[in-house]
């Protein structure tokens, strides 16, 4: 897979490198021409969990794209014993090549962010929607997003228009004093984790994967409602928007595919 195809799509620059670990994590290319040439099969997931490499291995697939960088400290050994190196060590036999993205498609214009905005919002109602912490190069970019709606929406309409967009079957909500019927006219986006984003900030209603326990609390408390979906639960359903991108570059011979057992850690039973 050409690298310069992922920088077309993936624009690292955005990614925050102060903690973040992004870019090609593994590469197991090889300098055969031939293979190099020949087509390949790319494999998205959110997390690269031991079946994820499992999969990939059993379908072909010679580059994964993780959108959580599964190597994500230094590593002064490498054993077998630690499920995510043993994974490390398969792919390494298997040729296969990993590349993370995370925080630079979180902060792209475009990217999950954005893409959570219109799912509880919708493009038709969405006011104004600006990054809450704006990159340094780029203020249309970065992370987290606040948005004003045009029309205010109750919680209670919300929350199924959340599960139908991002394919789920439960939600965590904090309602505020005033219950399902809380009357919505801003909302607070961050895919992932949304704690440390939305310090300090004001909102109707706050939308996230996951809050600590006394964060959800304090905006509860606050007089705001709150929709958590489970961390990567509003990450993966962007998956197919870079498989259309990741289509758009490659050969047409080249096959893009996302992981079925890739899944958040948490289920509800």
Same mark, same amino acid.
């Given at each position: 897979?050409?690298?310069? $195809?992922? +920088?077309?799509? =993936? &624009?690292?620059? #955005?990614? @925050?490198?102060?903690?973040?670990?992004?870019?090609?994590?593994?590469?197991?290319?090889?300098?055969?021409?031939?293979?190099?040439?020949?087509?390949?099969?790319?494999?998205?997931?959110?997390?690269?969990?031991?079946?994820?490499?499992?999969?990939?291995?059993?379908?072909?697939?010679?580059?994964?794209?993780?959108?959580?960088?599964?190597?994500?400290?230094?590593?002064?050994?490498?054993?077998?014993?630690?499920?995510?190196?043993?994974?490390?060590?398969?792919?390494?036999?298997?040729?296969?090549?990993?590349?993370?993205?995370?925080?630079?498609?979180? $902060?792209? +214009?475009?990217? =999950? &962010?954005?893409? #959570?905005? @219109?799912?509880?919002?919708?493009?038709?109602?969405?006011?104004?929607?600006?990054?809450?912490?704006?990159?340094?190069?780029?203020?249309?970019?970065?992370?987290?997003?606040?948005?004003?709606?045009?029309?205010?929406?109750?919680?209670?309409?919300?929350?199924?228009?959340?599960?139908?967009?991002?394919?789920?079957?439960?939600?965590?909500?904090?309602?505020?004093?005033?219950?399902?019927?809380?009357?919505?006219?801003?909302?607070?986006?961050?895919?992932?984790?949304?704690?440390?984003?939305?310090?300090?900030?004001?909102?109707?209603?706050?939308?996230?994967?996951?809050?600590?326990?006394?964060?959800?609390?304090?905006?509860?408390?606050?007089?705001?409602?709150?929709?958590?979906?489970?961390?990567?639960?509003?990450?993966?359903?962007?998956?197919?928007?870079?498989?259309?991108?990741?289509?758009?570059?490659?050969?047409?011979?080249?096959?893009?595919?996302?992981?079925?057992?890739?899944?958040?850690?948490?289920?509800?039973?």
């Amino acid at each position: 897979m050409s690298k310069t $195809s992922v +920088k077309r799509v =993936v &624009n690292a620059t #955005l990614a @925050d490198k102060s903690w973040d670990n992004t870019g090609l994590l593994l590469d197991s290319s090889v300098e055969d021409a031939a293979q190099q040439n020949s087509p390949i099969k790319v494999l998205l997931t959110i997390d690269l969990t031991q079946s994820v490499a499992d999969e990939a291995i059993n379908k072909g697939a010679k580059f994964i794209m993780a959108y959580h960088p599964f190597i994500f400290r230094g590593l002064k050994s490498i054993t077998p014993q630690d499920p995510q190196q043993r994974s490390l060590l398969r792919l390494v036999k298997n040729d296969i090549s990993v590349y993370s993205p995370h925080t630079a498609v979180d $902060s792209a +214009k475009g990217g =999950v &962010n954005d893409f #959570l905005v @219109d799912a509880i919002a919708g493009k038709s109602n969405v006011q104004n929607s600006a990054p809450i912490e704006p990159d340094s190069s780029n203020p249309e970019c970065g992370m987290g997003r606040l948005v004003n709606l045009k029309q205010p929406i109750n919680l209670k309409a919300l929350v199924p228009r959340v599960k139908e967009q991002l394919g789920l079957d439960h939600v965590h909500v904090a309602e505020s004093k005033n219950g399902p019927d809380h009357e919505i006219r801003s909302i607070a986006i961050c895919a992932g984790s949304g704690g440390g984003v939305f310090k300090g900030l004001q909102a109707d209603l706050y939308f996230t994967g996951e809050l600590s326990h006394h964060e959800a609390l304090f905006f509860k408390e606050s007089g705001s409602s709150v929709i958590c979906c489970n961390h990567s639960n509003t990450e993966r359903p962007f998956l197919r928007y870079i498989k259309e991108q990741l289509e758009s570059e490659l050969q047409s011979s080249d096959e893009v595919i996302i992981s079925a057992t890739d899944r958040d850690p948490f289920q509800t039973w």
